[in-house]
Every structure is written in C-alpha cells, then in structure tokens.
C-alpha cells in the first residue's frame, strides 16, 4: 500500500493552505492565513500541527512534508487495521487478506495515501481506534481503556465529522468493558480533554465553534442529490458494488445461528461498520465533496475493518479468490476519469487535474505550484515592484484584475484577492493579506447565502465589491464591472452591527476580553447569513 501510495504521490491546492497556515504558525503568526486575521482554515487539527512540527524539525518545504507524512500514516493504518482484524481470530492458522486487497486495488485509495491532505492520518487514526477497541475486547487492563479513551476522543481534532465515528466506538468501548461509575468518569475526562480544551480555543480565538470551511460549505444544509450523485461518483468507477456484494455475502455466512456468541464481541465487529454507515451517511446528506472519493473513503475503510483478514477456511478462500478476481483488472484498469460522468454536478479526480495544471507527474512542493497562475502572479509582482500598498483584484476568474490603493490602517505589505486561495498563498508574502473570493479564510466571506450548489465547497464566491469596501480608502475608484453603488454600500453594511462583529472577532487585538466577548458569542456568529449582492445585504443587516 505504501509503494501505491508513493507511486501516486502528490498534493494539490487544498494542501497549500494547510502549508500556507503552518508557515504562518512557524513565523510566530499563529494557526491563520492572513497575519492579524484569525481565521480557521485547516479542518484537520491535528494534520497542520504534525506538519508543523515535522517542518521545524526538518527545515524542508512544508508542502513535501505533509505529502510524505502521509505515507507512514498509510502504513500504519494498514498494520492497525491487520492487527485489529487478526485479534477477532485467535486460534492461530493461516489468515486471508479478504477486505485489506479492497484499498489495495482502488486506485482513490492509493491517491490520498499522500496528497498532502489529512486523509491518510484519518485512517491511521480509525485503525488504531478500532485495534485499540479490540485489545480492549481482549484484555482487562485499565490503562489501555484509558489510552483507548484518548485516542478515540482525538476524532474530532483528527477532522471534524469523523466526531461522529468518536462517538460510535466510544459507545462501543463502553460497551465492552462496562466500567463503573468512577471509570466512566476519568475515561470521559480523558476522551474529551482535548477535543473541549480545543473547542474553547477555537471558539475564543477565532470566534466560531467550527472552522470557516463547515460554515463556508454549510456542513448542516441537506443536499441529498448532490451527495447521492457523489456516492454513485465513487461507487461507479471501480465496480464496488462486486466488493460490497461479497463481503455482505461471506459475513452472511460466516453467521452460524444457534452458536454461542460473545456479546461484547459482537459489539466490537458492528462499531465499525454502524460508524462507517454513520459516515456516508453524513456526507451524502451534507451533498458530498468536489474532490473525487475523497470524503467517503474513510467510512468505506471503517466498513471493511472487521473482515480485513479472515480465517482461511473454503468459504473464506473462495471469496477471497472471487474478490481476487474484480481486484486485479481494477487496480490495473478501472480509473475515475478527470472530470465525474454526472454533469449537473462537478466532481474532480484530483491527482489527474494537478498533474495536468503542474505538467508535474508528482507536484510534490510548492515549487510546482507557484507556476501555476501566472498572469496573478505577473499583477502581484507588479504592486510589490511599485512600492504602494496595494490590493490585486482577482474579479473575473482568470481573466481581469484590477491594482487598488490598499488602506492605511491595516497591516500587511499587500492584499492578494483570488479563486485559488492555496496558490495564492504560495505566491503571496507571509505578511500580505490574502482575501478568499470562496469564503474559506475570509471573516465574512463564509457568511453569505450559498447561491450555487453545482459544485461542493464552491456555494459561495464574494462579490469583489466586498473586497474593495473592506480594504480600500473611501472614495476609491472601481471598474464599472464592480459597481460603485455596489461598494458604496458595502462600505455601510461593513459598519452594521453582525458584520462589524464578524470583523472584529477575527482582527482585534486578542486580549482577555476579547477572547470571552469571542468565546460567549461564537453560536450566534456561526449562524449570521446575508445576501451577496452588497445592496440588498445592507438592507438585511442595517435595520
């Protein structure tokens, strides 16, 4: 699975501004993107720490460090899940790789060994999770419940949804081991230490009780067909109903009735699976992700854990030899093109997409993608050489820009606005201010009303009048595309009540106040919505 992994290596925008975020860590300016804006980009916690600390200690380019701290995860969620499995067998004898040759033959799988994103220390995380459930299964030993605590409790900081699996194997670790009262007490002190100590953090330091992206995305808003369209998306491609079909098939019948069953046993070999459900669930109604099987491989992994070896026994051996057989051509044939069949809705193979942007077999540092928005980047050189503080408007994708005087009272050499915020992070200093068309590391930004749902993560794009009200002097001229009414009057609304909140939340100073005004206020912040159109959000927020 490593070798796979590391043949497929790679990274791709998304990555970027998880380095973008550790350089500002290591340069003293805190887990932001913008220096004095505090805003929460990076979804995995625990992922931007370990590249962060993995960076200082090896001065190498942070974007390598994450592409390549994704294989050794991979090969620990590998060795977990194999030894978790095995412990449901202990007789001894020979044991099958039945569900282990699932992600060893799809391609996807492979694909986010690396790719500089949290996925493969989501699976480690899950692996040790339920090889730990298990151990716990097996032997009475109150350190190890606690250790299982722990790291079951990690969940949320390993990436927020996979909160959902904390919960399911925490109940099932209960389960098991069926302590009392005292030992309930300290294992939910020490599943939920740090995941509540964070949420306190998150909540006075960036005044939200997620990170921007849920709230950019609208994590809680049901989109049922986008997300049916995205399972079918990954299902599709690699024939894995022929995989599903026999792992329920072979579970089917490995089931004696009548045989004495263990209970806890029981428990322990459905935590999984009821988890990995909990997961697709959850990201189908939630409408998916742009980011081909991204989001569903960790529930697929977590369903194939109980049998990822099995006992070598004729049925056994049968179904491992007809897995074998759809295995084969599809590791070496069946690939998720480019672009998803499904036209109503937009879903990228990711890999394939940046080696085509990079021209790069493997963009494994950042390097190979600063090349990649050249005429943004020829516009940003341009305001550096000038000697003005300006802010570089990205208003039409791709194709017009526009240089504006940058205001007076805020900091930063230069604002950089652009659609591809994890390139413009790269091009950009660490002490320019980047401003996030897309929402996901802007102070308002993820605030508008979604208008768009063919594409996931991409409901939102914030009027560029916005950007001109929020950073420019007053009286700053605009091209006509932006619309001088329309910046007028977002200077006004930025001066309202929410908004004003909003702003200030993410660039006062953090003092002790500010952090309770932050941490007491976060619920009611998360919920602020307004239009786009700058004119009618005004109308909403000034009244």
């Known amino acids: 699975m490593v070798v796979l992994a590391w043949l497929h290596r790679w990274s791709g925008d998304d990555s970027l501004i998880y380095t973008r975020a550790v350089r500002q860590i290591l340069a003293g300016n805190g887990p932001v993107l913008t220096a004095g804006e505090r805003v929460e980009t990076s979804t995995g916690t625990l992922w931007q720490w370990l590249v962060a600390g993995l960076t200082l200690l090896s001065g190498a380019d942070p974007l390598t460090v994450a592409v390549y701290l994704g294989l050794p995860c991979t090969a620990a969620a590998m060795v977990f899940a194999l030894r978790g499995a095995a412990r449901l067998h202990p007789g001894g004898g020979w044991l099958l790789p039945f569900g282990a ?16 994103l949290e996925t493969s220390l989501v699976f480690a995380w899950i692996a040790a999770s339920w090889w730990l459930l298990v151990t716990c299964a097996r032997m009475q030993s109150a350190r190890r419940h606690l250790t299982a605590c722990v790291v079951i409790g990690l969940g949320p900081l390993v990436r927020p949804d996979m909160a959902l699996v904390s919960a399911v194997l925490g109940a099932a670790l209960w389960w098991v081991i069926r302590p009392g009262a005292r030992a309930v ?3 939910a002190a020490a599943g939920l230490a740090l995941p509540v100590a964070f949420e306190v953090f998150r909540a006075g330091y960036y005044g939200l009780l997620v990170p921007m992206p849920a709230v950019a995305k609208e994590a809680g808003q049901p989109m049922w067909e986008r997300g049916w369209a995205y399972l079918l998306d990954f299902v599709g491609p690699y024939w894995l109903w022929v995989p599903l079909f026999l792992v329920i098939v072979t579970a089917v019948t490995l089931w004696r009735p009548g045989r004495p069953v263990d209970q806890g046993m029981v428990v322990v070999v459905a935590a999984p699976v009821v988890a990995g459900l909990a997961s697709w669930t959850y990201v189908v109604r ?10 569903l491989l960790p529930g697929l992994f977590l369903m194939l854990l109980p049998v990822f070896v099995l006992p070598a ?24 093109p480019v672009r998803g069949a499904n036209t109503d ?14 021209g790069q077999a493997h963009p494994v540092d950042q390097a190979a993608h600063a090349g990649r928005i050249r005429v943004l980047t020829r516009h940003l050189r341009a305001a550096q050489a000038s000697g003005q503080r300006s802010l570089v408007l990205e208003y039409v994708y791709g194709k017009k820009y526009a240089t504006l005087p940058l205001r007076k009272d805020l900091p930063g050499s230069v604002a950089l606005s652009a659609v591809s915020l994890g390139h413009a992070g790269v091009v950009a200093p660490l002490d320019g201010r980047l401003v996030d068309i897309m929402g996901i590391g802007h102070p308002f930004g993820g605030h508008i009303r979604p208008y768009w749902f063919g594409k996931a993560g991409h409901e939102k794009a914030l009027d560029p009048a916005w950007a001109v009200a929020d950073l420019t002097p007053p009286g700053t001229a605009v091209p006509p595309a932006i619309g001088a009414q329309k910046v007028t009057a977002a200077r006004h609304a930025l001066t309202c009540p929410a908004m004003a909140d909003l702003v200030a939340s993410t660039r006062a100073p953090l003092t002790a106040a500010r952090f309770w005004h932050n941490l007491t206020g976060a619920w009611a912040r998360g919920s602020v919505r307004f239009d786009n159109d700058p004119r009618r959000a005004e109308r909403e927020l000034c009244v």
Do not use: K
Request: aromatic letters at 12%.
């Open 101 to 116: 040759m699932v992600p060893l033959c799809v391609e996807a799988f492979w694909d986010y060994g690396t790719s500089g």
């Open 185 to 187: 007490a300290s294992g």
């Open 286 to 295: 939630v409408g998916g992700d742009f980011m081909h099987a991204r989001m």
């Open 313 to 336: 026994r004729r049925t056994t051996t049968v179904a491992t030899l007809a897995l074998l057989c759809w295995g084969v051509p599809c590791a070496a044939t069946l690939q998720a």
């Open 345 to 358: 809705y937009i879903v990228y193979n990711q890999r394939l997409s940046y080696m085509h942007h990079t």
